[in-house]
């Protein structure tokens, strides 16, 4: 949260420049109204500090103006004695705060804190509120740093298309729900989507499962089985962790991909498949490839479009409007109160780097809304100073996010001198361009 500080008095200006930049807080000064109040927007991440009096309109016509914008931008009004009674009438207005002249430093600083919180908290919930209606439209990749919003525009584009599709990342970032969501956004919505877990394909048992048997081939099920490729056809086969599937279930599997048919075990001729595949890996399929393991012309076949979820650490402005989302869904279903949620939390939620991805995450979200405050989750035995590191890091990734990757809006939320900010995104190995939208 940033501070726009609008004054006329160039003394008065500098002094609070110096003291909001000795407690680490971002402002940004302004002499004329007008010009600040054509920056001011809906989704004014920060608080507005205002003279009463000045040149062109003062202060309170400045809040009247900043109120139409988004009534809920915390406007802090700085008066002299002679103007307290109609500062009083617009705190009743909607005005957070008015500072008397002469005031501390500390005074002003403390009460943009409070509207800081505040407005944090309006944003948040905003956020949050967007995410659940999307969530009752179908629509459930939450989601705002670039990266997500790419990958949604991307699937809504490939979902009419219609094309096979390659899923790329970590476990526990969501998947399968990228498949789901390609599945109900696209034409075969009203089809089935059948999902198979490669990796867990009993041994012996995964050609009779992917592909089906006819009656009579199965000594213990007489009347047939249906398999998953044949059950699927007009709608979606998912096929998770789809490198741990056998060698010679690939070979297979390729010869249906490219005849369109499937040929049950038993079967007097091989059946015709309308075939979608979605298939999901959670390691590097190229390598797999050069060591032998998955077979060259499958991987081509189907990687017809690549996706990749990013893991959660690379995308920490997602992380609070996650778990918020993971909290309220918890307590809507347990019918308790919404727990309160400490800084400590917060710092959690920021310094713990997710090696579970999201999966992880909606466990924690869920234990904090049964009320059981666990622990820290981390087994990494870091010490002090790369704890300290990985938090700074994942502030300067948030900050980022927020600002899109641009570097003076980043100086400004972060309080950072330029050369500061490059040595520290040196140090951690932190690309601006990834966050550019």
Request: glycine share 8%.
């Amino acid at each position: 949260m940033k501070t726009l500080l609008i004054d006329d008095d160039p003394t008065l200006r500098s002094m609070l420049r110096q003291a909001f930049e000795l407690e680490d807080l971002p402002i940004e000064v302004a002499d004329d109204p007008l010009e600040a109040l054509a920056g001011i927007t809906p989704e004014f991440e920060g608080v507005v500090v205002t003279d009463v009096r000045m040149p062109g309109i003062d202060g309170l016509e400045l809040f009247a103006r900043v109120h139409k914008i988004d009534p809920d931008i915390p406007v802090i009004v700085m008066t002299g004695h002679a103007d307290v009674p109609m500062v009083v009438d617009a705190l009743k207005r909607g005005v957070f705060d008015f500072i008397p002249k002469p005031f501390a430093a500390d005074h002003l600083i403390n009460s943009v804190r409070k509207a800081a919180d505040r407005r944090s908290l309006v944003l948040e919930n905003r956020a949050l509120r967007a995410a659940a209606a999307r969530a009752e439209e179908g629509e459930i990749l939450i989601g705002e740093t670039p990266a997500m919003v790419r990958l949604r525009d991307t699937m809504r584009q490939v979902s009419l298309a219609d094309l096979d599709v390659l899923i790329e990342g970590e476990t526990g970032t969501g998947k399968e729900l990228v498949a789901l969501l390609l599945h109900r956004w696209g034409p075969r919505r009203t089809r089935p989507f059948v999902a198979v877990n490669c990796a867990a394909l009993p041994p012996g048992y995964a050609e009779a499962e992917l592909f089906g048997y006819a009656p009579g081939a199965h000594p213990h099920h007489r009347s047939g089985q249906v398999g998953s490729i044949e059950a699927s056809s007009g709608g979606t086969l998912f096929l998770d962790e789809v490198g741990s599937m056998p060698l010679a279930i690939q070979g297979a599997l390729l010869r249906v991909i490219e005849e369109r048919e499937v040929a049950v075990i038993g079967g007097e001729r091989p059946r015709p498949v309308n075939l979608h595949i979605v298939a999901a890996t959670n390691t590097d399929l190229d390598e797999a490839v050069q060591e032998g393991r998955f077979r060259k012309d499958l991987f081509y076949r189907l990687n017809a479009v690549q996706l990749r979820v990013p893991p959660l650490r690379d995308r920490p402005a997602d992380i609070s409007l996650l778990f918020s989302y993971f909290v309220e869904d918890a307590v809507s279903s347990s019918g308790r109160a919404y727990p309160a949620i400490g800084r400590d939390i917060h710092a959690h939620l920021l310094a713990h780097r997710w090696p579970g991805n999201v999966r992880e995450l909606r466990s924690y979200a869920r234990r904090i809304a049964l009320g059981l405050h666990p622990e820290e989750t981390s087994t990494d035995a870091a010490d002090l100073a790369t704890q300290v590191a990985e938090y700074e890091a994942g502030l300067i990734r948030d900050a980022l996010a927020r600002c899109g990757g641009d570097i003076p809006s980043t100086l400004s939320r972060l309080g950072l001198a330029r050369n500061t900010l490059y040595d520290k995104l040196k140090r951690y190995g932190i690309r601006p361009a990834d966050y550019r939208r």
